[in-house]
């Protein structure tokens, strides 16, 4: 049975749960933080915490596929479990792998994570278009087809990201907002919010002069440890901000491995998330 789309599913879980998104990132350093070793028990017992602490009630998680890959199929054997358990408390699962590639290549990625058969099946994907937007075709596809979606990388917040997404098209605009432009046409007519979304950082400051009103989702990172604070949203994505998807990491991460501080962390963004948005 095919699910219900995703960006219907998203809408309605941000509504009831507050649209905070909390990252499963166990790379080295938080894991000897927690007093783990950088090993398979290690990133099974970190991961499996995180989704005990705030799986049944944040909107969505996060999970880093490489910090999971670096393990080979054992780290695998455990993001799909982690996968399985945060969906099966109430969370969508958005993979963060930000793949990206052509034909079949591209269409196997998202048979990977897209595919409602796949033991990594998510609710939607991270990936890249920097190859053009027509490469992620397979991935549209297949995510319309098994009720899932799409967070397309268009104006990230790592320095190096500028080269290419702030390149000025034949046409005038940049290769950021050539981006969103084909969300809008991805997700147009779609009710109460498409499927395909974008991954625009929190840190970016003022971005009146791109179209956010993707009628999409918008993947906000950066805020917590890299600088951007829940104050910052409005002035970042103006009359978007209630379709923004807000990405903590480290900022609730660094509370573990104690469940009751890691989701008393979540709480607490959660709730000045909400404030910021009743105050908009």
Same mark, same amino acid.
Not at 115 to 137: C, E, I, M, N, R
Not at 147 to 166: D, I, K, M, R, Y
Not at 168 to 186: F, Q
Not at 256 to 270: E, K, Q, T, W, Y
């Given at each position: 049975?095919?699910?219900?789309?995703?960006? +219907?599913?998203?809408?309605?879980?941000?509504?009831?749960?507050?649209? %905070?998104?909390?990252?499963?990132?166990?790379?080295?350093?938080? %894991?000897? =933080?927690?007093?783990?070793?950088?090993? &398979?028990?290690?990133? *099974?017992?970190?991961?499996?915490?995180?989704?005990? +602490?705030?799986?049944?009630? &944040?909107?969505?998680?996060?999970?880093?596929?490489?910090?999971? =890959?670096?393990?080979?199929?054992?780290?695998?054997?455990?993001?799909?479990?982690?996968?399985?358990?945060?969906?099966?408390?109430?969370?969508?699962?958005?993979?963060? +792998?930000?793949?990206? !590639?052509?034909?079949?290549?591209?269409?196997?990625?998202? =048979? /990977?994570?897209?595919?409602?058969?796949?033991? %990594? $099946?998510?609710?939607?994907?991270?990936?890249?278009?920097?190859?053009?937007?027509?490469?992620?075709?397979?991935?549209?596809? %297949?995510?319309?087809?098994? @009720?899932?979606?799409?967070?397309?990388?268009?104006?990230?917040?790592?320095?190096?990201?500028?080269?290419?997404?702030?390149?000025?098209?034949? !046409?005038?605009?940049?290769?950021?907002?050539?981006?969103?432009?084909?969300?809008?046409? =991805?997700?147009?007519?779609? *009710?109460?919010?498409?499927? $395909?979304?974008?991954?625009?950082?929190?840190?970016?400051?003022?971005? /009146?002069?791109?179209?956010?009103?993707?009628?999409?989702?918008?993947?906000?990172?950066?805020?917590?440890?890299?600088?951007?604070?829940?104050?910052?949203?409005? @002035? &970042?994505?103006?009359?978007?901000?209630?379709?923004?998807?807000?990405?903590?990491?480290?900022?609730?991460?660094?509370?573990?491995?104690?469940?009751?501080?890691?989701?008393?962390?979540?709480?607490? $963004? +959660? !709730?000045?998330?909400?404030?910021?948005?009743?105050?908009?």
């Amino acid at each position: 049975m095919t699910l219900e789309p995703f960006g +219907a599913r998203l809408r309605r879980a941000m509504d009831e749960r507050g649209p %905070l998104c909390v990252g499963i990132d166990p790379h080295r350093s938080l %894991l000897v =933080e927690w007093g783990l070793n950088d090993d &398979v028990a290690g990133l *099974e017992r970190f991961s499996r915490t995180v989704v005990e +602490a705030v799986a049944g009630r &944040v909107a969505v998680l996060k999970p880093q596929s490489a910090f999971f =890959e670096r393990f080979g199929s054992r780290g695998i054997a455990v993001l799909e479990k982690s996968v399985q358990e945060a969906r099966a408390a109430g969370a969508l699962v958005v993979m963060d +792998a930000k793949r990206g !590639d052509i034909g079949s290549t591209m269409a196997a990625y998202a =048979e /990977s994570f897209l595919h409602k058969d796949a033991p %990594l $099946f998510s609710d939607a994907l991270t990936v890249s278009p920097y190859l053009g937007y027509g490469s992620l075709s397979p991935a549209v596809a %297949l995510a319309r087809e098994n @009720g899932a979606g799409l967070f397309v990388l268009a104006l990230t917040s790592n320095p190096e990201g500028g080269e290419v997404q702030h390149a000025v098209r034949a !046409d005038g605009r940049d290769v950021g907002a050539t981006m969103l432009a084909h969300l809008t046409v =991805e997700n147009a007519g779609e *009710e109460p919010l498409g499927s $395909f979304g974008a991954v625009v950082g929190a840190t970016l400051g003022d971005l /009146s002069s791109y179209d956010l009103a993707v009628n999409g989702p918008l993947l906000a990172p950066g805020v917590g440890a890299q600088g951007a604070t829940p104050a910052d949203l409005p @002035g &970042v994505f103006g009359s978007v901000l209630r379709n923004v998807v807000p990405n903590v990491s480290r900022g609730v991460l660094r509370h573990g491995p104690d469940v009751s501080a890691l989701r008393d962390a979540a709480d607490r $963004f +959660a !709730d000045e998330i909400r404030v910021t948005l009743e105050s908009s």
